[in-house]
């Protein structure tokens, strides 16, 4: 009888036993399976970290190539901007004080002056031969007083100094004009300055 109780318990020990060696196996399976979990959500945490580092590198390259061009164009901009306005400024300039200045160098030119000094030179030859002549002819034939010479003019002098005067003043509408057109583009100003006998022509 108490060899029969003894081989019931001995049996119920090795029962528990074996049942508690299978729960520490269960748990120990459980725990390496938490453990694996865990490496790999750390191994996944740090290619998260590696992979946020590198993005957050790309974005700041691209971020400062971004920077460097918007630079850029903005120092072509500034550039383009000041070529413009110098061009403008230029125009203006042109076709104000560079259009007189123009004009009164041709005007007060030697060339000018020996070309018209030229002119009136002939043309004065040209009257004073024809008024001698005329004045000549009257005096033989009809003995004239020199103060009725036909063709005397009593007032050249004066009449004289006023045409000098009057070169010396003169003012040229298309050069006034010109500043009108700063605005304005090429064909414009080409046609402003076309001679009225120049659009005649062509017409």
């Given at each position: 009888m108490i060899?029969?109780?003894l081989k019931n318990f001995s049996e119920s020990i090795k029962q528990k036993d074996d049942q508690h060696k299978e729960v520490m196996a269960k748990m120990e399976a459980s725990f390496e399976n938490a453990r694996i979990a865990y490496a790999n959500m750390m191994?996944?945490?740090?290619?998260?970290k590696t992979g946020e580092a590198d993005l957050?590198?790309?974005?700041e390259e691209m971020k400062c190539t971004y920077e460097a061009e918007v630079g850029e164009i903005k120092r072509e901009n500034a550039a383009l901007k000041a070529s413009v306005e110098d061009l403008q400024a230029t125009k203006a300039w042109?076709?104000?004080?560079?259009a007189r200045l123009l004009a009164k160098n041709i005007h007060k030119g030697r060339?000018?002056?020996a070309v018209v000094a030229a002119v009136n030179n002939a043309m004065s030859a040209v009257g004073v031969n024809f008024g001698l002549h005329n004045g000549y002819l009257h005096a033989l034939k009809l003995k004239t007083?020199?103060?009725?010479?036909?063709?005397?003019?009593?007032?050249?002098?004066e009449e004289l100094n006023?045409?000098?005067?009057?070169?010396d003043s003169l003012v040229f509408p298309v050069i006034e004009d010109l500043p009108k057109l700063v605005n304005e583009p090429l064909f414009k100003i080409k046609e402003a300055l076309t001679f009225a006998n120049s659009r005649s022509s062509e017409k």
């Open positions: 060899l029969t109780e191994a996944e945490r740090d290619v998260l957050k590198a790309q974005i042109l076709l104000s004080d560079g060339e000018m002056t007083p020199y103060a009725e010479v036909p063709l005397l003019n009593r007032n050249a002098a006023a045409a000098v005067a009057c070169f």
